[in-house]
C-alpha cells in the first residue's frame, strides 16, 4: 500500500509538472493579448496624434518616418527665403560693375587732371574691364591716348565704342573730333559729324564742326 500510495503522489507530481508551463500559459494569454491590443492603440494614437512613426505598407514591411506638420511649414518657408536671397545676390551683382566701372573713371579724370596720364590711363582701362558695355570708359582712354600722342590706338577705342553704342551720338562727335582736328581726315570726319548730328538733331557741337568743315 505503501508504494503505491509513493507510485501515485509521484504520478501526481509529474502531472502537474508537465501542466504546469501550459496552465502559464493559458493564464498569461489574456494579459498577453491585452497588452498587444494596449501597444496596437499606443501606434494608432502616435499615428493620429501626428507624430513622426515608420508607416506600414500593404506587405506590413515599414516604410519612411512621416513628416509633422511644423517640420512641413519650416520646409516650406526655406523656398521663399531662398528665392529672396538669390534676387538680392543678382541685384548686388548687375549694381556693382557699374559703380566700381564709374569709381575708377572718376579716378582716371582725377588722375590726369593732376598730370599723370600714365595713372590715369591705368583707371580707365580697369573701368572698361568692370564695365564693358559702357562706353564711357573707352571715350576716356582715347582722350588720354591722344594726350600721349597714340592716336592710332584712340581711334581704335573709338570705333570700339561706335560698335559698342551705334545709337550714341556722342561717340560719334568724339570719333570725329579725333578724324578731323588730329589724324586730318575730313571725308570720315564729316560722316561721323552727319552720324552725330542725324542721332541728336539739337546737337550744337556736331552741327558746328559740319560748319567749319563745310568752309
Given at each position: 500500500?505503501?508504494?503505491?500510495?509513493?507510485?501515485?503522489?509521484?504520478?501526481?507530481?509529474?502531472?502537474?509538472?508537465?501542466?504546469?508551463?501550459?496552465?502559464?500559459?493559458?493564464?498569461?494569454?489574456?494579459?498577453?493579448?491585452a497588452g498587444d491590443a494596449e501597444a496596437?492603440?499606443g501606434r494608432a494614437a502616435v499615428r493620429?496624434?501626428?507624430?513622426?512613426?515608420?508607416?506600414?505598407?500593404?506587405?506590413?514591411?515599414?516604410?519612411?518616418?512621416?513628416?509633422?506638420?511644423?517640420?512641413?511649414?519650416?520646409?516650406?518657408?526655406?523656398?521663399?527665403?531662398?528665392?529672396?536671397?538669390?534676387?538680392?545676390?543678382?541685384?548686388?551683382?548687375?549694381?556693382?560693375?557699374?559703380?566700381?566701372?564709374?569709381?575708377?573713371?572718376?579716378?582716371?579724370?582725377?588722375?590726369?587732371?593732376?598730370?599723370?596720364?600714365?595713372?590715369?590711363?591705368?583707371?580707365?582701362?580697369?573701368?572698361?574691364?568692370?564695365?564693358?558695355?559702357?562706353?564711357?570708359?573707352?571715350i576716356t582712354e582715347a582722350t588720354l591716348?591722344?594726350?600721349?600722342?597714340?592716336?592710332?590706338?584712340?581711334?581704335?577705342?573709338?570705333?570700339?565704342?561706335?560698335?559698342?553704342?551705334?545709337?550714341?551720338?556722342?561717340?560719334?562727335?568724339?570719333?570725329?573730333?579725333?578724324?578731323?582736328?588730329?589724324?586730318?581726315?575730313?571725308?570720315?570726319?564729316?560722316?561721323?559729324?552727319?552720324?552725330?548730328?542725324?542721332?541728336?538733331?539739337?546737337?550744337?557741337?556736331?552741327?558746328?564742326?559740319?560748319?567749319?568743315?563745310?568752309?
Amino acid at each position: 500500500e505503501r508504494r503505491a500510495a509513493r507510485r501515485s503522489r509521484h504520478e501526481g507530481v509529474a502531472r502537474a509538472t508537465a501542466t504546469a508551463p501550459e496552465q502559464a500559459a493559458a493564464a498569461a494569454a489574456p494579459w498577453t493579448a491585452a497588452g498587444d491590443a494596449e501597444a496596437d492603440d499606443g501606434r494608432a494614437a502616435v499615428r493620429d496624434d501626428g507624430t513622426a512613426v515608420r508607416e506600414r505598407g500593404e506587405d506590413g514591411a515599414s516604410g519612411t518616418a512621416r513628416t509633422t506638420p511644423a517640420r512641413q511649414a519650416r520646409r516650406s518657408g526655406w523656398a521663399p527665403r531662398v528665392v529672396a536671397s538669390a534676387a538680392l545676390l543678382l541685384l548686388a551683382a548687375s549694381w556693382l560693375p557699374p559703380y566700381l566701372a564709374l569709381r575708377a573713371e572718376n579716378a582716371a579724370l582725377a588722375a590726369s587732371s593732376d598730370g599723370d596720364v600714365a595713372t590715369a590711363l591705368d583707371h580707365a582701362r580697369r573701368a572698361a574691364a568692370w564695365d564693358p558695355l559702357a562706353v564711357g570708359p573707352l571715350i576716356t582712354e582715347a582722350t588720354l591716348l591722344q594726350q600721349l600722342g597714340r592716336n592710332r590706338e584712340a581711334l581704335e577705342r573709338l570705333q570700339a565704342a561706335t560698335k559698342l553704342q551705334p545709337q550714341n551720338f556722342v561717340v560719334w562727335y568724339e570719333l570725329g573730333v579725333l578724324q578731323h582736328g588730329t589724324l586730318g581726315r575730313d571725308k570720315a570726319a564729316r560722316a561721323a559729324f552727319t552720324r552725330a548730328l542725324a542721332l541728336n538733331p539739337d546737337d550744337a557741337a556736331s552741327r558746328y564742326e559740319l560748319e567749319l568743315l563745310a568752309q
